[in-house]
């Protein structure tokens, strides 16, 4: 199933061993007869190995991947590459140039997996990213951000009880791990249904660059490729990561409409019941506290303070956390100096 010493096609392109070439696949076009196409980078190694895809922008406008995937393809040991790295660091070019999340149908592509061929225009990009891409790979990762105005935790979102995928997870070596159930028409459902393990990274906020989350996602990502065999032993220095997991997360809610001011930092751990802030009117006339249901971890936030009655505020994760422990966010941003890649096999071409 490894073995890739035959040449690596895709939409009908052949890529050689030893070869990279850059493949625009057709989408459909739109009412002003535009020309779109879903550019797509195939590297395939001189010698065989898994065959990864890395994907991005399946939501149009969470753009931290997109720039994940640039600073991949700029690593020097992909020199060294065994196996094929398919790289498509914009899944919804629709969405992408509209800038917004969804495509022009106002459909998630996220929710339309596997797609079909005589749907809607969401089914079948969907359906062209199955056959093209996922079809003719054994590994995948897929990277996401928080919606507008929400940022995420650097971290993962994976079904933990699956062995091939648990192990790729931990090699991702993020200190967090969310044991998230499948949506159905997800991408990550219709993957698991192929057989191939596949894992959700999630960091940073749509529309927006975060350095730490960039570096987190690139990281683990050269560390997955190096775990299966695909890229040389991690070089450089690299502090060990505690990796917890989290089987149960939720949303905690705005009580009432108002001004929400936030008490509690994202990767913050937090105590049942402890105040996470307050929300209060304009006028100063009333202040509600919003407390943590349960004992957890903050792996995600609202950045508007200006929120109406049942607004998202905190995603907490529940768990119980060492109280030597301090916020994971501190610990991923001194896990990702800049020092970490000085001296590295991965260090990338100049960015």
Request: charged share 20%; aromatic share 6%.
């Amino acid at each position: 199933m490894n073995k890739v010493r035959e040449p690596f096609i895709i939409g009908g392109i052949e890529v050689k061993p030893g070869e990279r070439t850059i493949i625009n696949l057709p989408l459909p076009r739109l009412f002003h007869h535009s020309e779109l196409t879903m550019p797509v980078q195939v590297q395939v190694g001189k010698n065989p190995g898994p065959r990864l895809f890395v994907s991005a922008a399946i939501h149009g406008d969470e753009i931290n991947g997109v720039e994940i995937i640039r600073r991949l393809l700029k690593v020097n040991s992909l020199k060294k590459l065994n196996g094929v790295l398919v790289a498509i660091p914009v899944v919804n070019i629709y969405g992408f140039v509209a800038r917004t999340r969804y495509l022009p149908d106002r459909r998630d592509l996220n929710r339309s997996f596997p797609g079909s061929g005589k749907g809607s225009l969401t089914a079948r990009l969907a359906r062209l990213f199955m056959q093209e891409i996922v079809k003719k790979c054994t590994h995948g990762i897929d990277l996401h951000t928080g919606a507008n105005n929400r940022t995420n935790l650097p971290q993962l979102r994976v079904c933990m009880d699956d062995p091939a995928t648990a192990r790729l997870a931990h090699h991702f070596g993020l200190p967090f791990i969310l044991n998230a159930n499948v949506r159905d028409g997800s991408l990550r459902e219709a993957v698991r249904e192929t057989g191939i393990p596949i894992l959700v990274y999630e960091g940073g906020e749509a529309l927006r660059f975060d350095e730490v989350a960039i570096r987190a996602g690139l990281r683990g990502i050269l560390s997955v490729m190096s775990a299966i065999g695909m890229l040389p032993k991690l070089g450089g220095k690299r502090p060990a990561s505690k990796t917890v997991v989290a089987r149960n997360s939720l949303w905690v809610r705005a009580p009432l409409g108002g001004i929400f001011r936030m008490g509690v930092p994202l990767g913050g751990r937090v105590a049942k019941n402890e105040i996470l802030g307050t929300v209060g009117d304009p006028l100063g006339e009333q202040d509600i506290e919003v407390r943590a249901p349960f004992s957890g971890l903050i792996i995600g936030r609202t950045n508007n303070p200006l929120v109406n009655e049942g607004d998202p505020l905190y995603h907490l994760a529940s768990m119980h956390l060492p109280h030597s422990l301090t916020t994971l966010m501190d610990k991923i941003q001194t896990e990702l100096d800049p020092d970490f890649f000085a001296g590295s096999t991965f260090e990338s071409s100049p960015i």
